[in-house]
């Protein structure tokens, strides 16, 4: 992983849709190299996936979010890895993380209301064997994800021409 | 009042109103424009900057402050210098918080001229200098840079102009409009001439943390002048600052002093308001605003390749926020150009003109952008030439 590489996924993660020869243009490089860089970024699994941030509050599709906080017994031998797994692996589970302090994992679910997440919480999770507790958290507004504030207010106001 | 014109001043009158104001107007009325016209930031003031601001409006802090700027703001400026450029300035007495770069200048012009005192001012540069020169009593003398040497001023060219009346000159590196910078060495040749003809020098360094390639030098850090270096500098381009209007001025205790006495009289003192975010700025804001250089290099890099694609001939800028191609092949005058441009591919651009005569032949592009207008731009650009046939590079 080489200072070039870094600044392309620097660049890309901040527009997965600009073009190689864009990226070729603000690094000086051939645009078959940054192609070769992508595509080998890409197989390393660093690139995993090319998404789009969507602000759903504004689409007419109603969706809910939680985060749980999960306090589990870790396993001999597999610790916390193979409980994570038991539970990464439900779709309804968009993100996991270990965390430090007061719970071990920060689960983070995604519902189309809160019944079904209550009911995946209740029925799925809670009743995994090393689970210990669980804390149900509903997000009730987005305001920033993935650096981006939605709604934001700020905009270009700067006079068309000054010298 | 009958006739406003018999009672204005002739010193004034005298002097053209910016070649800017008419574009911008135009500019203005036209609808859907991309515009590479802007010569500032796109990035709004970082954040922690505006919140420091809030949080001292709450403080109260809304007096005056003493009429050379917070002590406070004045040290960290003074050891910015010193850990950059290793100049030594004491900040209780060789350092001045003006209202922006602008007022520095005009203080330093008029606390140094005497009526028909000469300053030499290299041209294309900001628009500012020459008629604050007037303005100040002296005579601005003209050094064209050119094309062919990259923009840079030489000392030859420098020794050409110079007469007994010569007092200043000014330098404007890296520089608005061409993005050109000099390198150690040539600025070396520059200081030889600075003490053989006794010259003070002005130096407007307020793009200096915008230089991309090379190491900036300070003019004051090379050896025997500071002594004769009037430093001007300011918040406006590296932290995006501009509407702050905050800047500052370094230099020996005497022109400080005399510099202090105009700004006390006429402006009392920098906005406190101002001077508390500059101060969490350079305390707080190095890493953001090293991230926004980074972001200007790739544009420049984006910018630069994209017009020499569409045959638009540029010279890699090295610094500030500026590519200064070339329409010399166009056969149009850099106004026709760009007006032509406005109304045909609607992208917007600085006749080169209005920075100096020889200006003349160039259009100011700024890549203060996003990516996404810059590529746009370009295209419209490279649309525009080929319909009218202009594609520089295709004949």
């Known amino acids: ?163 | 009042m009958k006739n406003w014109s018999d009672k204005l001043s002739p010193a004034v009158k005298d002097i053209p109103p910016s070649g800017i104001r008419k574009f911008f107007d135009l500019v203005s009325e036209t609808k859907g424009v991309v515009s590479l016209g802007v010569g500032e930031p796109d990035f709004v003031t970082p954040w922690h900057v505006r919140e420091a601001c809030i949080y001292s409006l709450e403080k109260g802090y809304t007096m005056y402050t003493s009429n050379w700027g917070l002590l406070e703001l004045r040290e960290e400026i003074a050891r910015r210098l010193y850990d950059d450029h290793m100049v030594k300035y004491n900040p209780r007495d060789e350092v001045l918080i003006t209202v922006g770069v602008s007022e520095a200048m005009d203080l330093a012009l008029r606390a140094i001229l005497a009526p028909g005192d000469e300053v030499l001012v290299p041209e294309p540069c900001y628009v500012s200098y020459s008629p604050c020169v007037s303005l100040a009593g002296g005579v601005p003398v003209n050094v064209h840079t050119t094309l062919e040497n990259d923009f840079r001023i030489t000392a030859a060219q420098i020794e050409e102009k110079i007469t007994p009346k010569t007092k200043a000159l000014i330098l404007c590196y890296p520089n608005n409009p061409t993005g050109a910078t000099l390198s150690r060495e040539e600025l070396m040749e520059i200081a030889k001439l600075v003490n053989k003809h006794d010259l003070i020098v002005i130096s407007d360094e307020i793009y200096e943390k915008l230089t991309y390639e090379g190491e900036h030098t300070c003019f004051a850090s090379l050896p025997a002048m500071q002594n004769r270096t009037i430093l001007l500098n300011g918040f406006s381009k590296a932290y995006a600052m501009t509407g702050w209007r905050l800047g500052y001025a370094c230099g020996h205790p005497e022109i400080i002093a005399h510099m202090t006495k105009i700004h006390q009289y006429t402006m009392l003192c920098a906005p406190v308001t101002a001077q508390m975010a500059a101060l969490e700025a350079l305390q707080n804001g190095t890493e953001e605003m090293l991230k926004m250089v980074a972001e200007y290099d790739r544009r420049r890099k984006l910018v630069v390749k994209g017009f020499n694609e569409i045959g638009l001939s540029c010279f890699e800028p090295k610094g500030a926020f500026y590519a200064f191609p070339s329409i010399r092949n166009t056969g149009m005058t850099s106004e026709q150009f760009a007006e032509k441009l406005l109304v045909e591919a609607k992208v917007a651009v600085v006749p080169g003109n209005v920075f100096g005569e020889n200006g003349e032949g160039h259009i100011r592009c700024s890549y203060a952008a996003s990516v996404e207008n810059l590529t746009e731009a370009i295209e419209r650009i490279g649309k525009f030439l080929k319909n009218n046939s202009l594609c520089q590079r295709c004949g």
């Open chain 1, 1 to 163: 992983m080489c200072k070039t590489d870094l600044e392309i996924i620097d660049i890309l993660e901040n527009n997965s849709r600009i073009r190689p020869e864009q990226i070729a243009a603000m690094l000086d490089l051939e645009v078959a190299e940054v192609e070769n860089r992508i595509k080998a970024l890409e197989e390393e699994g660093i690139i995993t996936k090319y998404l789009t941030l969507i602000n759903w509050e504004k689409t007419c599709q109603e969706t809910v979010s939680a985060l749980i906080e999960v306090k589990v017994t870790p396993q001999r031998g597999a610790g916390f890895d193979k409980i994570a797994e038991r539970i990464y692996r439900f779709p309804e589970v968009k993100a996991v993380y270990l965390m430090s302090g007061g719970y071990d994992f920060s689960v983070l679910i995604e519902g189309n209301n809160m019944k079904e997440v209550a009911l995946f919480v209740g029925t799925k999770l809670a009743t995994i064997e090393d689970v210990q507790s669980t804390a149900t958290h509903f997000v009730l507004k987005r305001y920033k994800q993935e650096g981006v504030i939605f709604d934001d207010k700020e905009q270009d106001r700067r006079l068309v021409i000054s010298p």
